[in-house]
């Protein structure tokens, strides 16, 4: 089995802003991204097609999939910041609590919002959920953070070394093999 991770288009917010699971909708340059998309995967024939329901991805899972039944699944959507959903991240950095927790993301909540184990947590039952499929290749449309929780728990990275060594890129595919039998 193949999942193919596409990572939702840029969004319409300033740049330096954390939106986390705020709505935002996307930027111009969707329907470039989107092209862009089509021609990469245009090959590929997709059994499922997950993704996240916030409206970023929503609209590019409908775009590249207009004949697919698309299983929108709100464990694939992006860590929930809670406070500091769209603060810029300086803004965050330079409360104490801010730095606390970008100092032990792995382990804290954010402010009155999610923490990284439980958002594994959600993103692994999902994952688990489709490893039962018996599908070749499914699609997932989400979020940065959803991406690197899939390399982690599928090619067993541990989450630290993902923020610095990877970063999935707006309208982007990341491709893992799982093993049926796993």
């Not at 993301?105 to 439980?118: A, F, I, R, V």
Request: hydrophobic share 40%.
């Amino acid at each position: 089995m193949k999942i193919y991770a596409i990572r939702h288009s840029s969004v319409n917010v300033k740049s330096g802003i954390c939106y986390g699971q705020t709505d935002v909708d996307v930027a111009e340059s969707f329907y470039d991204e989107q092209k862009r998309l089509l021609q990469e995967i245009k090959q590929e024939s997709f059994d499922a097609v997950f993704s996240s329901p916030l409206l970023r991805c929503r609209k590019l899972a409908e775009s590249l999939f207009p004949n697919k039944k698309i299983h929108f699944d709100p464990r694939l959507k992006e860590l929930n910041f809670g406070d500091w959903e769209m603060l810029y991240w300086d803004e965050i950095y330079a409360q104490p609590e801010g730095k606390t927790w970008m100092d032990n993301y792995q382990t804290l909540p954010t402010k009155n919002g999610e923490s990284y184990p439980k958002m594994v947590a959600r993103v692994s039952a999902c994952v688990n959920e489709i490893k039962k499929l018996n599908a070749g290749n499914i699609a997932i449309v989400a979020h940065a953070g959803v991406i690197r929780i899939l390399k982690s728990v599928i090619e067993n990275v541990p989450i630290s070394q993902l923020f610095e060594n990877f970063k999935p890129a707006y309208a982007s595919v990341t491709v893992f093999e799982i093993d049926k039998h796993e």
